[in-house]
């Protein structure tokens, strides 16, 4: 069975600094899509940030680039997302993800990922 566990959010000042991070089961990271998502109230979600594991390729949201690192370490099978610089629009839930079906066109593109439950990130400015 797939499992996608986030942790790390939570609430934090402006400029402030989070690290999230998911561990997943069922699977290993070795040849897919993985990524971070989030969703504001009122808001679709987004696709934040998402790095192939296959050769490292990343793909940050232009909102995010410069401030948000992230990576993996295929050995524990866990993804992270350093968030740096945070601002009070970063506040959201957090959800990992991973494109298990090779279903994405594209890193963080619309498919048929498997998702996390999700952990909140409250930025107070």
């Known amino acids: 069975e797939v499992q996608l566990v986030e942790s790390g959010g939570g609430l934090v000042q402006a400029g402030g600094s989070l690290r999230l991070s998911c561990a997943a089961s069922?699977?290993?990271?070795?040849?897919?899509?993985l990524g971070w998502f989030r969703q504001a109230p009122g808001k679709e979600r987004e696709g934040v940030s998402c790095?192939?594991?296959?050769?490292?390729?990343?793909y940050y949201a232009d909102s995010v680039k410069g401030r948000f690192t992230i990576s993996s370490d295929n050995a524990k099978n866990t993804l992270y997302l350093e968030m740096n610089s945070l601002k009070p629009e970063d506040t959201a839930v957090y959800y990992c993800?991973?494109?298990?079906?090779?279903?994405?066109?594209?890193?963080?593109?619309?498919?048929?990922?498997?998702w996390g439950q999700g952990t909140q990130v409250t930025v107070s400015s």
């Open positions: 993800a991973a494109d298990l079906l090779y279903s994405t066109g594209r890193l963080c593109g619309p498919g048929a990922y498997y």
């Open positions: 069922g699977f290993t990271f070795d040849d897919y899509t």
């Open positions: 790095i192939s594991s296959r050769d490292g390729t990343t």
